[in-house]
């Protein structure tokens, strides 16, 4: 073999390697979002519910405890439970803001939003209510969501909860039969 063929061989042989280790490199790295686009029987938006989920390479929803008036759910990752996902009709004089207070608390820095007739963000979680009428009677419906600890930044975190139950409090109390 000639100096020149030589010189081309090596350069294709050294691109053909360098690429398989790129291409290597790329599938080794952190596994993808989970992308649902229903959790306790309603439709979610998979981008936000999936940016909320920690990264693994099973996902399980499990609904708990459903029944009507309350859908639950908890999300499996790997085999560990780690966020839930809950819906309650409840009465128009019941205070959950104030009922679930201390939970919040231990939620981390909970803070006031301006969602459905009032809510509240916290660290790793999140409520919302919004009145309606459920079977001819006036009552309330509050959607929570804990045990979120993704993305890591707890600012972005919190801005995704916010968005989160934003689109989906209106969504729920749909499904549930609770109407605004």
């Avoid at 499996?76 to 959950?96: H, S, Y």
């Amino acid at each position: 073999m000639g100096p020149i063929k030589e010189r081309i061989r090596r350069p294709v042989g050294f691109t053909a390697l360098l690429t398989a280790l790129l291409i290597g490199a790329a599938g080794c790295g952190e596994p993808d979002p989970f992308s649902i686009s229903e959790a306790c029987g309603t439709k979610v938006d998979p981008d936000l519910i999936g940016q909320l989920l920690p990264r693994g390479e099973k996902l399980k929803t499990k609904d708990t405890f459903s029944e009507p008036k309350q859908p639950r759910c908890q999300f499996e990752i790997d085999g560990e439970e780690r966020v839930g996902l809950r819906g309650d009709v409840v009465e128009p004089f019941v205070k959950p803001l104030e009922v679930k207070e201390q939970t919040m608390r231990r939620l981390g820095n909970p803070a006031p939003a301006d969602i459905g007739d009032g809510a509240t963000i916290a660290d790793h979680g999140a409520m919302a209510l919004r009145s309606c009428t459920y079977q001819g009677e006036k009552m309330q419906f509050v959607l929570a969501i804990d045990g979120v600890e993704d993305p890591q930044d707890t600012a972005e975190r919190r801005r995704i909860l916010e968005k989160f139950l934003r689109s989906q409090l209106r969504v729920a109390m749909k499904a549930e039969g609770c109407h605004p």
